[in-house]
């Protein structure tokens, strides 16, 4: 049996952009289109040209994607024709391949938001989509609030639908603009519309306000729709969109859906799924999120002694897919909850490979639980596990000492009378023979530190220029009688590779310096800096 088509529509650039601090420069537009191209995303929304600079910039010429542009703006406004309307004229102008209307579906909405009547809505849409189709462009239209119109009045949203499909309109998206629809009643809406107009010609918007946005998505897919619409990592106002990094996987990876669908992501477009999603995170600036499915860092993560031998055995056992199809990996957690099997499993995880009767084994299990005593996390710190275990094998190098470190801090009245506070570090280092001083003023002490620590490493400095810090957590502990902080520092580099240090003190420099040192040795180690 061959495979039906299912498009995909992006819209992280237009409804995604209307995310709670989220603020798109047009530089992030065009990275974040290209990464939704190179994903083989079939639609990409840009934004709505004349409504603000950015994407009026935008569309002002053509970007070079592979796969369909598309410009999103609302049909002719009522009372006006379409050539006497700035707004729509506007939209045609973009160099955009395609463009998405959005038109009222619901009698209420008609009436009270756009005061006008049924009929000449009806009229709108349909002069909006043939003014678009005379231009050249293939045409969408986006269903405001179709599913609460049809439980409104069912005909009324069936003539909005029906009237951009008879008059060419190559989608008509149903969208469940306030996102309170559920699952059953997307999949009977959608049948109903299927039964007038064919399914291939149907996309679903689905937001995220019962947390059934991909639910809903697949529930439309079942009922016949053939284009589902959403963000990256669900982004989007309120709650968010459907969360196409979720839906993705479940269509290539799950065999009601892969035997029956074909979609534009390729296989190995799928393997770098966990990268695209912390990329645009990145962008945001933001830290991802860890229990996302398929993509988060946990994920394919396992804590409990018991189940961690049977996944080295057999990962089916307790992997839903296996985690290298969307470019994640399988974790095992090492923690004081944990047995040998853990230990074992996580050191064969990483290369090295020990008998399993070595005593070592016990040494190192015994120091993650002392150490997890006073407040270490194991679990949440791979890259200072592996240093620590590497270290008990003897096979970490001796790159580097800090001899001294100093941060102060200083908060004075500066020349235009302002109260700024300066944090300046310097730090005392040996590199082999060689003696280095390094000085850096940065946001913070942590950040100052930071800085100086990387500024110059002497020979190992080629070795680190790609490592960057992309999340600091810090948490006060109550360790025995004494509070300790512990600091979780998370660091990439330019491979796209991802991990996670711990340092633990009573002091928050003395941590920070811990987790920042484990993560600069870390990365040599990875790059294979000789000693
Ligand atoms: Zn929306």
């Not at 018991?306 to 080295?312: F, K, M, T, Y």
């Not at 960057?468 to 300790?484: F, S």
């Not at 796209?496 to 310096?513: E, K, L, M, P, Q």
């Amino acid at each position: 049996m061959s495979r039906q088509r299912l498009y995909l529509f992006d819209t992280t650039l237009r409804d995604g952009a209307q995310t709670n601090g989220v603020d798109f420069t047009l530089a992030d537009k065009l990275a974040i289109a290209r990464m939704l191209d190179d994903l083989g995303i079939d639609y990409i929304e840009g934004g709505y040209p004349g409504a603000n600079p950015i994407d009026t910039e935008l569309f002002a010429k053509r970007r070079g994607l592979r796969h369909t542009f598309t410009a999103f703006g609302m049909t002719r406004r009522p009372g006006r024709s379409a050539s006497n309307d700035a707004g729509l004229g506007a939209l045609l102008d973009a160099e955009a391949d395609a463009i998405c209307f959005v038109a009222k579906s619901w009698d209420y909405h008609v009436r009270v938001a756009l005061e006008t009547t049924e009929e000449e809505n009806l009229a709108s849409i349909r002069d909006s989509v043939r003014a678009a189709k005379a231009k050249g462009r293939e045409v969408l239209l986006d269903c405001e609030h179709f599913f609460d119109g049809y439980k409104a009045k069912p005909d009324y949203a069936l003539a909005c639908a029906k009237a951009a499909y008879d008059e060419g309109a190559r989608w008509v998206v149903l969208c469940d603009t306030n996102g309170g629809t559920l699952p059953h009643e997307v999949e009977r809406i959608v049948g109903a519309v299927c039964a007038g107009i064919p399914g291939d010609r149907v996309g679903i918007h689905a937001h995220n306000d019962t947390e059934q946005a991909v639910a809903n998505s697949f529930a439309a897919v079942r009922a016949g729709a053939r284009q589902i619409q959403g963000t990256l990592n669900g982004l989007g106002e309120r709650c968010g969109n459907a969360n196409l990094v979720s839906i993705i996987p479940t269509l290539k990876l799950k065999r009601d859906y892969s035997e029956k669908f074909e979609i534009g992501v390729s296989d190995e477009a799928l393997g770098r799924l966990v990268r695209v999603s912390h990329a645009l995170d990145e962008l945001l600036n933001r830290a991802a999120d860890r229990h996302a499915p398929y993509v988060g860092d946990s994920a394919f993560a396992t804590k409990a002694g018991i189940h961690a031998s049977a996944i080295v055995k057999e990962p089916a056992t307790y992997e839903h897919v296996a985690p290298e199809r969307v470019g994640n990996k399988r974790k095992l957690l090492v923690s004081d909850q944990a047995g040998r099997s853990n230990v074992l499993a996580e050191l064969e995880r990483i290369g090295l490979s020990i008998d399993k009767n070595d005593p070592r084994v016990s040494r190192l299990l015994d120091e993650v639980k002392e150490r997890e005593a006073i407040g270490y996390a194991y679990e949440a710190a791979d890259a200072s596990f592996e240093l620590l275990a590497r270290r008990l094998l003897g096979r970490v190098p001796h790159y580097f000492d800090v001899e001294k470190f100093d941060v102060n801090v200083e908060q004075r009245i500066n020349a235009k009378g302002e109260r700024v506070t300066v944090s300046q570090a310097v730090v005392k280092l040996k590199v082999g023979d060689e003696r280095l001083i390094s000085v850096a003023e940065g946001i913070g002490p942590v950040n100052a530190l930071d800085l100086a620590l990387r500024k110059d490493l002497g020979k190992y400095q080629s070795f680190i220029t790609g490592l960057e810090l992309t999340d600091y957590r810090v948490r006060i502990l109550n360790a025995g009688t004494q509070a300790v902080t512990r600091v979780l520092i998370e660091s990439a580099d330019e491979t796209g590779d991802r991990w996670t240090t711990v340092g633990v003190s009573a002091n928050i420099i003395d941590a920070s310096f811990q987790a920042l040192m484990d993560s600069i040795v870390y990365k040599l180690v990875k790059s294979g800096a000789p000693a």
